[in-house]
């Protein structure tokens, strides 16, 4: 049936962190463009004319307290818009909670507000991640009837998105309008980010016109934001009509825009369009830069395209532009990638000869490169390399070499490392702990698993689905089904939302325990705990009935399959076609492998054995 757990445990198991230049979060336009703004339009709301950067020159908390001290001591005290200046010197200096405590001070010594400070105080929530306070200075606001402003709604709503509260964003952006405030640009903005955030692209096309129909010309920041979520989403036709739209208008695109196009064109092979680009960049004066040639690079690394990749590389060069240490990772990673480690090494000793020391992602790439191969001992030295070079593994190298090890059933070596992450101040996380479990499981030492599992909780580590998939299937392995049943249960007592890969492996080793019972019991439940069979469930339990001797009821399954849009693939038919042979019942098997070869499936190894076999039987009843 395969092993089910190997495709399990996700690619960020042992890749997390290996991104070597997260192009995505360079391209976007973020939600910190949009803080940014709101920050500049809240500094021009709070100034006053006289001494509009009085308090600027502040770098330390401490001068900035005493002077608090003092104003705080005059009579008559200072006004509102004075204090006002010196607490938005505090938010640019990032002291959220002193500026929380002085606009307390400030009420108890009968200050009174103004939108101003009240929008100072908002933004401090925003920023500290307590948007249910700033929301709740709304409607004090309201109540002492400090009318809000457009900043007050835009620094809320951004607040809310940052939050990942995007249906309470909008709500508030509608009831913004409703109440016949004008939105600024950033607030459009803000809402468009967060649409875009979570992949809805057909709202933020929406959003954008929209914003049109209501007098608003998107700026260069709109148009940008849709067409990195457009390219984000593989909508590429999409995002260049927008991009048109966007010249139409009369707007410059600029380097970012052209950067995002160019990814997604590189990702879907596009070369004649990107080379199209790229002479459109050159006729508006927009010169390439190390971000664009990279992001060529990396695609072209991604697609396995090595010599284009390479000759971007000497394109990059004769522009007189340098690679960096990004361009060499890149690099690094494509060569790990395609197996060929000492080319990966070679571009790591060109880095060293530019006078550019590996950082690193750099030794990181090379120690999961020499990992893939199950070089341990090479793993082992880059990893020692890395250390006597200055550059301090994180957590991400110790992982990487652990899960090298366990891979390579090596799990002493892999509770080394463990154990000496400790000592270097770092913290083993939930990755660390679910790849030691992992490999104890594989080597069915699940008792020791069940024993770090709890070492992990005691560390206050919070275990992941992907954990708990690990040490269920191990016990499964194992045949330990009643030890797997209480993990099971223990996990849909504790709110652990079970998907079907918990429920196949929990079927797979109740089939292979020998309780069928149980296992058609669970397999018949699926339904009423709104969840879908899919064809590895399906196939799973066909094997099952057929070992039990029960290939009529496994092929009443079988047949059942499009019931639930289901279709048999490959192994359904061998696995049906192995049963009814198993079980004497030869015509069936027969019938079926002719149905199979005639929707374009092959009999695999064990299948045509048999099938020989049941026409070498036949041949020696021949008279």
Known sequence: MGNLISSLILPSIVNGGRNLYNFRSTLCFSANTIATQIEALNKNSTSVRRNPRKYDRFDNIDDALALFDKMIDKYPKPSIA????????????????????????????????????????????????????????LGKMLKLGVEPNVVTFSTLINGLCKQSK?????????????????????AYNTILNGLCKFGDTDRAVSFLSMMRERGFEPDIVAYGTVIDCLCKNGLLKEALDLFSELKVKGNKPDIIIYSCLIYAMCNLGRQKEITMLLNEMVDNNISL????????????????????????????????????????????????????VSKAEDIVDTMRKQCMEPDIVSYNTL?????????????????????????????????????????????????????EISRTGLTPNTVTYTILMQGMCQLRRVSAACELLREMLVSGQVPSPVTYLILLDGFCKSGKVKEAVKVFQAMRNGGLELDIIFYNILIDGMCKAGHIEVAERMFNELSIKGLKPTVYTYNIMMNGLC?????????????????????????????????????????????????????????????????????????????
């Open 166 to 186: 995007l249906v309470q964003a909008v709500s508030l952006f509608d009831e913004m309008v409703e109440k016949g405030y004008q939105p600024h640009l950033i």
């Open 547 to 623: 070992k039990e001797g029960l290939p009529d009821e496994a092929y009443q399954l079988f047949r059942s399959m499009g019931d639930n849009d289901c279709l048999p693939d490959s192994i359904s038919y061998n696995v049906m076609i192995q049963g009814f042979f198993r079980n004497s019942s030869t015509s069936k098997a027969t019938e079926l492998l002719a149905e199979m070869v005639d929707k374009g499936f092959s009999a695999d190894f064990c299948t045509a054995t048999l099938y020989v076999n049941y026409i070498f039987s036949v041949l020696v009843d021949l008279p």
């Open 367 to 419: 120690i999961y490169g020499h990992c893939l191969q199950n070089k341990m001992d090479k793993a082992r030295r880059v990893f020692q390399l890395m250390i006597q070079n200055g550059c301090t593994p994180d957590m991400h190298s110790y992982n990487t070499m652990i899960n090298g090890y366990c891979k390579a059933k090596r799990l002493d070596k892999a509770m080394e490392l463990f154990h």
């Open 289 to 340: 830069d190390i971000l664009t040639y990279n992001i060529l690079i990396d695609a072209y690394c991604k697609k396995g395209m090595i010599s284009e990749a390479l000759d971007t590389v000497d394109t990059m060069r004769k522009q007189d532009i340098e690679p960096d240490v990004v361009t060499y990772n890149i690099l690094v990673d494509m060569y790990c990638k395609e197996g060929m």
């Open 82 to 137: 004075e204090f006002n200046e010196l607490l938005a010197s505090l938010v640019r200096m990032k002291h959220y909670a002193v500026v929380v405590s002085m606009y307390t001070q400030l009420e108890s010594f009968g200050v009174s507000s103004n939108v101003y400070s009240f929008n100072i105080l908002v933004n401090c929530f925003c920023r500290s991640g307590r948007i249910d306070f700033g929301l709740s200075l």
